[in-house]
């Protein structure tokens, strides 16, 4: 298991926790890439084992490896992890 799928298997429940208590609303797909075209995207419902829609993993992630964590109702989550370790901030996005 590559150090970025230890990173997500261990830190799934603590964003799923920051989600709860943010009130996002599940189920949510959680979107991760990095720059050599790598890329991850998951259907995370709590209390379920998370669903793969998309995956293109071919050998070790580049860092920084970027991500978006969307809710049902529009909240997004940017993650990055990169040579310093993981980073997240809330980006509320605009709804019409």
Sequence with gaps: MSALHEWLTES?????DYCESHKLKPPYIFCV???DGQALVMRVIPG???ETLAERITANWQLPVSGLLLDQTGQ???LVV???????ESV?????
């Design 12 to 16: 799934l429940s603590k964003l799923l």
């Design 33 to 35: 890439a990095s720059p």
């Design 48 to 50: 379920r084992d998370p």
């Design 76 to 78: 997004a989550l940017k």
């Design 82 to 88: 990169d040579f310093e370790g993981f980073k997240h």
């Design 92 to 96: 509320q996005t605009t709804r019409h």
